[in-house]
């Protein structure tokens, strides 16, 4: 993907990851799914981003290249943000949920948990399922061959979502602004049911043909 797609404002870019890829090799096969909820967090006037105090050692590759990851730990947990505007800006998409499709099984026994909603309904849970941490922060997944990071648009995976935008959830400060969005009805999205305009049991329909594009996962 072109950096141009994330050197945008970052709601424009948390929008259209939606119905995305993000898998990462681990133990030799691929594990992840459909992006289905995100959060942008901004570089002005917005005190619940990392970059509202400034740059610091913990929080430099947010301020990194677009398109590039920040990993920060959380509650002994860790979550992944993809950078989003010019390098030096200081924003990010935060990715809240995943719908699993790759790895299933590698989800399981890390989340210890046969419920598939709690493998990657929560941004701590996707870090866990996938292997995600610090080690991984400042990475770009354009260059290396153990991540794949397509937005909605790039994938062609799905072809119509309703996305549903709220206030972001999770956070002490800024809990006004509108700039969480998810899939609506998607089981896997994180937060309250009533957030959502319909219910919260639907799947994302993909196609085996449109899954075919992306083979090189399951290998």
């Given at each position: 993907?072109?950096?141009?797609?994330?050197?945008?404002?970052?709601?424009?870019?948390?929008r259209?990851?939606?119905?995305?890829i993000?898998?990462k090799?681990?133990?030799?096969r691929?594990i992840?799914?459909?992006?289905?909820?995100?959060?942008?967090?901004l570089s002005?006037n917005?005190?619940?981003?990392?970059a509202?105090?400034?740059l610091t050692?913990?929080n430099?590759?947010?301020?990194?290249?677009?398109?590039?990851?920040?990993?920060?730990p959380?509650?002994?947990?860790?979550?992944?943000?993809?950078v989003?505007q010019?390098s030096g800006?200081?924003?990010a998409?935060l990715?809240r949920?995943?719908?699993p499709?790759?790895?299933?099984?590698l989800?399981?026994?890390?989340?210890n948990?046969?419920?598939?909603?709690?493998?990657?309904?929560?941004?701590?849970m996707?870090?866990?399922?996938?292997?995600?941490d610090?080690r991984?922060?400042?990475?770009?997944?354009?260059?290396?061959p153990?991540?794949?990071?397509?937005p909605?648009?790039a994938?062609?995976?799905?072809?119509?979502?309703?996305?549903t935008t709220t206030?972001?959830?999770g956070?002490?400060?800024?809990?006004?602004?509108?700039?969480r969005f998810?899939?609506?009805?998607?089981?896997y999205?994180?937060?309250r049911?009533?957030?959502?305009?319909r219910?919260?049991?639907e799947?994302?329909?993909?196609?085996?043909a449109?899954?075919?594009?992306?083979?090189?996962?399951?290998?």
């Amino acid at each position: 993907m072109d950096d141009a797609f994330y050197d945008r404002t970052t709601d424009q870019v948390a929008r259209d990851l939606l119905g995305g890829i993000l898998s990462k090799r681990d133990r030799g096969r691929w594990i992840g799914g459909v992006i289905v909820e995100t959060e942008a967090y901004l570089s002005t006037n917005d005190p619940a981003s990392h970059a509202h105090r400034g740059l610091t050692p913990s929080n430099t590759s947010m301020f990194g290249p677009p398109g590039s990851i920040y990993v920060y730990p959380i509650h002994a947990k860790h979550c992944i943000n993809v950078v989003t505007q010019a390098s030096g800006t200081g924003s990010a998409v935060l990715i809240r949920a995943l719908q699993p499709i790759w790895g299933t099984s590698l989800m399981k026994r890390r989340r210890n948990s046969h419920d598939d909603r709690r493998w990657t309904s929560g941004p701590g849970m996707i870090c866990q399922s996938l292997g995600i941490d610090r080690r991984h922060d400042g990475i770009d997944p354009e260059v290396d061959p153990k991540w794949c990071l397509m937005p909605g648009p790039a994938t062609g995976l799905v072809n119509k979502i309703s996305i549903t935008t709220t206030p972001r959830i999770g956070v002490s400060q800024a809990k006004e602004l509108p700039l969480r969005f998810f899939v609506d009805g998607n089981r896997y999205v994180s937060g309250r049911a009533a957030d959502h305009k319909r219910p919260r049991r639907e799947t994302l329909k993909i196609s085996e043909a449109a899954l075919r594009r992306f083979g090189f996962l399951l290998s």
